[in-house]
């Protein structure tokens, strides 16, 4: 691999925004090992922040598929809390939360679509197609934090973090199996509620005149 090194001004910090209640993003430059740290530390703001958002998609949802997609799905959060605490207590680090601007929008933005849908098949639709973009989020998160673990050789890291990664994977596929059909009931229900719409044209092209 070719590495050209990059001279970074000395002014690194000037895009470091500073957020509300949680403070500094960052107060000062980490190298790897403190990437590593933050990352676990983001990833348990993550999945802490979220419970709460899935337990109300699960009362929203109409699918009972997908109500008990998400009932499965709180309980691995719930344990992964607990394994990044426990990562990050084992490393001599506090256990403290590292607030994420961006996933902090994902979630309003999913719950924002939920509530404008006014069939349960739109709602359902919406619901699964949110928490999609939030488990690849997730996703992307534990991969970039267990490439860290082996290039730092975090050994029991490593091992906790590709069981949790293996979760959301699960998850991800789960969503992902029953979406078709979700997508199908709203497309129909999309039939009956807008006989102008573009889903009705594209799902039933010969019926349309
Ligand atoms: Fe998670």
């Not at 509300?20 to 933050?38: D, H, I, M, N, W």
């Not at 699918?63 to 008990?68: C, F, R």
């Not at 994902?106 to 359902?124: N, T, W």
């Amino acid at each position: 691999m070719s590495y050209s090194p990059v001279i970074y001004p000395s002014d690194c910090n000037a895009l470091q925004i500073p957020i509300g209640k949680f403070g500094a993003y960052r107060s000062r430059p980490v190298g790897l090992p403190g990437k590593f740290v933050e990352e676990l530390k983001t990833l348990l703001w993550i999945e802490t922040i979220q419970s709460p958002i899935m337990a109300k998609l699960k009362d929203l949802a109409s699918s009972t598929d997908l109500a008990e997609i998400l009932n499965h799905h709180l309980e691995h959060t719930s344990d992964q809390v607990d394994r990044l605490g426990y990562m990050l207590k084992s490393m001599g680090q506090t256990v403290v939360a590292r607030y994420n601007l961006v996933f902090e929008t994902l979630l309003r933005e999913v719950m924002q679509q939920v509530d404008q849908c006014e069939s349960c098949y739109m709602k359902d639709a919406a619901i699964i197609s949110g928490l999609r973009r939030l488990e690849h989020f997730e996703i992307s998160g534990y991969e970039n934090a267990i490439t860290m673990a082996l290039v730092l050789e975090e050994t029991e890291s490593l091992t906790i973090l590709r069981h949790s990664l293996k979760e959301e994977k699960m998850m991800d596929q789960s969503l992902s199996s029953i979406s078709e059909d979700v997508f199908l009931m709203a497309a129909s229900y999309s039939v009956l509620a807008d006989s102008d719409s573009i889903v009705f044209r594209n799902y039933f092209p010969s019926s349309h005149h």
